[in-house]
């Protein structure tokens, strides 16, 4: 098979969490561009329509759908809406996050327990909704959005509850890539480093120079950075790698 083949991505469903804004919507565009219809679910319906819209731009089919990952019945709302729209779902992308910053000493249980049940929670019961009808189908691509915190230690930002949910999310990706590759589901992760999102604008703002001195790449991550990846591990280029966390991070991770 060619290489253009191999990353083609035409005539496949592809669901992104969390995809209205930010490393999400960055992801959502890429898997357009490469061909694919994309469903897009966020809490916000109007934001989510909005970035529909303009990835069907690219001239790809596209369904916005209201959706809190951490209720079971939104999520299984939002696989029966794609599979009626579609009748299939080929990739997911679990990319709904969130974070709280407090120092680990004073962390409220309220504010740990509401970022591990969107962050690992919330990845878990997508990956387990949108899995039974990749069972079904004997093939899929799972990508879970781990972060660079998941493997180091964090000077920067105070959100022990944050790293400890995306090492969840490594775990979580390692394990579901073993039970599943049976079924010709491959299941892996990528960890970015710093990104400019709404979630990490104050803290590049305060502590930018910082954060590019402790990247060997000396910036902070891009536009583009995660397309390449994303496409990657959704398309065929990538089907004989499953269980993997892949760093997209400039270096950050092996300083």
């Known amino acids: 098979m060619r290489v253009d083949e191999l990353f083609d991505l035409s005539g496949r469903v592809s669901v992104v969490t969390g995809g209205s804004m930010g490393l999400g919507f ?9 061909g ?21 731009k690219l001239g790809v089919e596209t369904l916005a759908v209201s959706c809190d990952v951490r ?24 990319s ?11 962390m409220k249980i309220a504010d740990w327990q509401k970022v591990i049940d969107v962050n690992l929670t919330g990845t878990f019961i997508c990956c387990q909704e949108v899995g039974k009808v990749m069972i ?32 969840g999310v490594d775990a979580l990706t390692r394990d579901l890539a073993v039970k599943w590759a049976p079924f010709n589901i491959r299941v892996n992760a990528i960890a970015p480093g710093f990104f400019k999102t709404h979630l990490t604008t104050s ?52 300083m």
Do not use: H
């Open 26 to 34: 960055q992801m959502a565009t890429a898997l357009a561009e490469a």
């Open 36 to 56: 694919s219809s994309i469903v897009l679910c966020a809490r916000n319906y109007n934001k989510c329509a909005e970035a529909a819209t303009i990835i069907a």
């Open 71 to 94: 209720f079971r019945k939104d999520v299984r709302n939002l696989v029966m809406r794609a599979l009626e729209k579609f009748g299939r779902i080929d990739v997911l992308v679990n």
């Open 96 to 106: 709904a996050g969130t974070a709280w910053a407090a120092p680990p000493e004073k």
């Open 136 to 167: 079904r189908n004997k093939k899929g691509s799972i990508i879970n959005v781990s972060s660079v915190l998941s493997s180091v230690g964090n000077r920067i930002i105070d959100c022990i509850n944050y790293s400890a949910s995306k090492g």
């Open 203 to 254: 803290v590049i703002e305060r502590r930018g120079n910082e954060i590019i001195n402790l990247t060997p790449a000396a910036r902070i991550g891009g536009d583009d950075d995660l397309k390449g990846p994303v496409v990657f591990l959704a398309s065929d280029a990538s089907k004989f790698v499953t269980g993997q966390v892949i760093a997209v991070d400039g270096g950050y991770s092996i």
